[in-house]
């Protein structure tokens, strides 16, 4: 790789540097924290969970004995919540082999729950100026429009040359390797954009990019399509007794695991069905009524949701005043419902995004919702490349 283009890229980056709050410190912590909550999510969706769990959690001490319910609540609505797990894991390993202390080379760093090779990077060189790159879909791309490399980015064997080539331009810089892994990723996040549309009419290296020579920029960097999602459909049943609404936990293993969510079922039932269904959970309907349908995209499947509300009879079991109260213990498949004024939902149990408009007709704010962060502008990055 040529290295020539280094240091305009770095004049660029020091007068167009994005103004992020994990920039403003060297804590690497805090720099991880930032780093899981980019993987597959916007910068912009970012910022405000950042700020409301650092705040919560300062240290990754707080992180390690923080309550899983809580922590999972700190996360709710950034999706991929295996992320908060793994990084609680890994904060345990911290405290008890590291004294608290976060590893400062890559190759330990990678030896922690959720943490591969461009997080070890991005933390490695960033927080304790190692001289690692940090290869995302962002730096791929832009390297790959440098070179004009035909071949499929997404291949391991494409990305490995990559970083091999990335860690010889890195051997010849003097030092500011944190630096240029964050000119990058700026450079791939505002200029060098994704599809047809890169900005290289304002791109501080365009004289250095041989795609650019060869007008290949809407060609490339080529990468596989992926698979096409599958599509599940579900109803959902919001089910009301007095004030409250029925949540239950998920099973502490597959998707969404150990989340609440509100009482759903595979397929899409007709009104009498879903009554039936609210009957087996040992609860007895009163009134039905269908609600809007909704849908949520996973990586690899999409949920097309039905809704209904369905009003149940009240029970010995109800505390007429909002608070948790769990259903019957004889409900069928073991399911125990808690019943819960939508306030209480909303500031004790951690609700994934897929229910969210459903959360949203009983005036359950979820995540960043509570400060005026509209799911709409959370999305994945770098899905495309």
Same mark, same amino acid.
């Given at each position: 790789m040529r290295f020539d283009f280094v240091k305009p890229l770095l004049v660029w980056y020091n007068e167009n540097a994005r103004d992020l709050p994990w920039r403003r410190v060297k804590d690497p912590y805090l720099i991880w924290v930032s780093e899981i909550m980019l993987q597959q999510t916007r910068v912009e969706a970012v910022m405000g969970y950042y700020e409301r769990f650092t705040g919560a959690l300062p240290t990754v001490t707080d992180l390690a004995v923080c309550p899983e319910d809580r922590l999972l609540k700190l996360w709710e609505g950034l999706g991929y919540y295996s992320r908060a797990r793994n990084m609680q894991k890994a904060a345990r390993i911290v405290c008890e082999s590291y004294a608290g202390k976060m590893p400062e080379s890559a190759a330990d760093l990678m030896k922690l729950p959720g943490i591969g090779e461009y997080t070890a990077g991005a933390i490695s060189s960033i927080a304790f100026g190692q001289a690692e790159p940090a290869v995302d879909g962002n730096v791929l791309r832009v390297v790959a429009r440098i070179e004009a490399i035909s071949d499929n980015i997404l291949s391991e064997s494409v990305k490995k040359k990559i970083r091999e080539e990335l860690r010889s331009l890195?051997?010849?810089?003097?030092?500011?390797?944190?630096?240029?892994?964050?000119?990058?990723?700026? #450079?791939?996040?505002?200029?060098?954009?994704?599809?047809?549309?890169?900005?290289?009419?304002?791109?501080?290296?365009?004289?250095?990019?041989?795609? /650019?020579?060869?007008?290949?920029?809407?060609?490339?960097?080529?990468?596989?399509?992926?698979?096409?999602?599958?599509?599940?459909?579900?109803?959902?049943?919001? #089910?009301?007794?007095?004030?409250?609404?029925?949540?239950?936990?998920?099973?502490?293993?597959?998707?969404?695991?150990?989340?609440?969510? /509100?009482?759903?079922?595979?397929?899409?039932?007709?009104?009498?069905?879903?009554?039936?269904?609210?009957?087996?959970?040992?609860?007895?309907?009163?009134?039905?009524?269908?609600?809007?349908?909704?849908?949520?995209?996973?990586?690899?499947?999409?949920?097309?949701?039905?809704?209904?509300?369905? #009003?149940?009879?009240?029970?010995?079991?109800?505390?007429?005043?909002g608070a948790d109260t769990p259903a019957p213990e004889t409900a069928s498949e073991g399911e125990l419902l808690i019943f819960a004024a939508p306030e209480i939902i909303e500031s004790k149990y951690p609700i994934p995004s897929a229910f969210e408009k459903y959360a949203k007709m009983i005036n359950i704010r979820m995540g960043k919702k509570r400060e005026e962060l509209t799911y709409e502008n959370i999305d994945r990055r770098d899905t495309e490349l």
């Open positions: 890195y051997d010849a810089d003097d030092g500011t390797w944190g630096l240029l892994n964050q000119a990058f990723m700026d #450079l791939g996040a505002g200029v060098c954009l994704a599809g047809g549309s890169p900005r290289c009419e304002i791109c501080p290296i365009s004289s250095y990019c041989r795609c /650019f020579e060869k007008g290949l920029q809407s060609e490339l960097p080529v990468r596989i399509k992926k698979q096409k999602r599958r599509i599940e459909k579900r109803t959902v049943l919001l #089910l009301r007794r007095d004030e409250s609404y029925a949540i239950r936990k998920r099973p502490e293993s597959g998707l969404l695991s150990g989340l609440y969510e /509100f009482p759903n079922e595979a397929g899409e039932l007709n009104p009498d069905e879903a009554l039936a269904k609210a009957g087996s959970l040992g609860l007895m309907p009163l009134r039905i009524r269908k609600l809007s349908e909704a849908k949520h995209i996973f990586s690899h499947v999409e949920w097309h949701m039905t809704g209904y509300e369905i #009003l149940v009879a009240p029970s010995e079991f109800s505390s007429g005043n």
